[in-house]
């Protein structure tokens, strides 16, 4: 019975001393080297996005753990016996194969290397391409990943963005908001400045240097339009842009100020003297059809 189970149990009957040995020294390496290479990753990344910038950062972490994890793959085939002349043969022709079927990738990758040399943008920027705006989470070798304010994914392939229009909205630390500002033809137009004056002057998320701009911009159909400019710090430009337009409406409505709403008036050729108009109450349209009815 004894002389059974140690023959059923005995591992070295299915597989030589040898092999076992080589199971366990390449098992190690896997065992040691992944832990080493996350925390390598982490650290490379930690220091480029303190040294540099966040993206460096992310780059550098993947750099190294790629690279890392190459290296290990090549040590355990060398454990096992695996000779890199065949594979690197098999490679170079299926790596020319591929260099011909993925000329998009190819230029994504370039253009890539174009945006991390020229920085137009780091991660955490708010930018606008084509009609996406959005938050930059990464910057890749071959795309751009955004997160729009609608918390939606777009991912955008680096030739793209190379061809493109970019706008980067917070590239400088503050912003300028650009409001438009109707009032009737009646209204005295420095009263008004003054009152958006203060109304920019009491905001607390307003600069006051560079100071705000009033400027006439145009005699409109049914209004005289003012452009009011006022900056903020690009991280309070929303509260701003919210609470601004707020205060407008109700330092006009305190103090009388019309805001009109579009209207056409018309004329009878003068510039003084209106088209007259009669009003018919329409009982008594009703009476006179009845009785031109009855005349004839």
Known sequence: MNNFQDSVFNIYHYISEESLQLIFKVALIIVITLPFLYILRGWAKRFFTKKYAPHYGMLAGKLVFYSGLIIMLVTVMGELGISLAPLLGAAGIVGIAIGFASQTSVSNIISGLFLIAEQPFKVDDII?????????????????????????????????????????????????????????YKENIGRVRELLMEVAEKNKFSLSEPEPLIIFDAFGQSSIDLRFLVWAPREDFIQLKNSIQEEVKAKFDEEGIEIPFPHVSLYAGSASEALPIKMVNKSDELADNENKESSN
């Open 128 to 184: 606008t391409i084509n009609n996406t705006t959005g938050i930059v989470m990464s910057i890749d070798i071959l795309s751009v990943k955004l997160r729009t304010f609608d918390n939606q994914f777009v991912r955008i392939p680096n030739e793209m963005i190379i061809k493109t229009e970019v706008t980067n909205v917070t590239r400088f630390p503050i912003r300028r908001f650009n409001g438009v500002v109707s009032v009737a």
